[in-house]
């Protein structure tokens, strides 16, 4: 059983920034982030494989968030830049017993408890 643990988030303006972490109990493999926001259904956000390689992103965060990992750390990052109100969501780690990364919820095995990202206009 692998427990994630993650951490980072807070209140920010929009136009700023924040990092979350995912620290992971044990040896993880694909990862995720997702998020849910008041009212609305989990959605992706990105997603990382195993070695660090290939990187999946939703559209509505390609090119302000980047997904890194540090597998020495068992850690997985989100870097979140030039966040938008509508980016206001708990923001989920997902670990899954497979190399690669997935954009769908139904693919992970493991979930953190979430960390709350709001972001004020």
């Known amino acids: 059983q692998v427990q994630l643990v993650e951490s980072g988030g807070g209140l920010v303006q929009a136009g700023g920034s924040l990092r979350l972490s995912c620290a992971a109990s044990?040896?993880?493999?694909?990862m995720g982030w997702f998020r849910q926001a008041p009212g609305k259904e989990r959605e992706f956000a990105a997603a990382?494989?195993?070695?660090?390689?290939?990187?999946y992103y939703a559209d509505s965060v390609k090119g302000r968030f980047t997904i890194s990992r540090d597998n020495a750390k068992n850690t997985v990052y989100l870097q979140m830049n030039s966040l938008k109100p509508e980016d206001t969501a708990l923001y989920y780690c997902?670990?899954?017993?497979?190399?690669?990364?997935?954009?769908?919820?139904?693919?992970?095995?493991?979930w953190g408890q979430g960390t709350q990202v709001t972001v004020s206009s």
């Open positions: 997902a670990a899954r017993r497979y190399t690669s990364g997935s954009t769908y919820s139904h693919d992970y095995d493991y």
């Open positions: 044990g040896r993880t493999f694909g």
């Open positions: 990382i494989n195993w070695s660090g390689l290939s990187l």
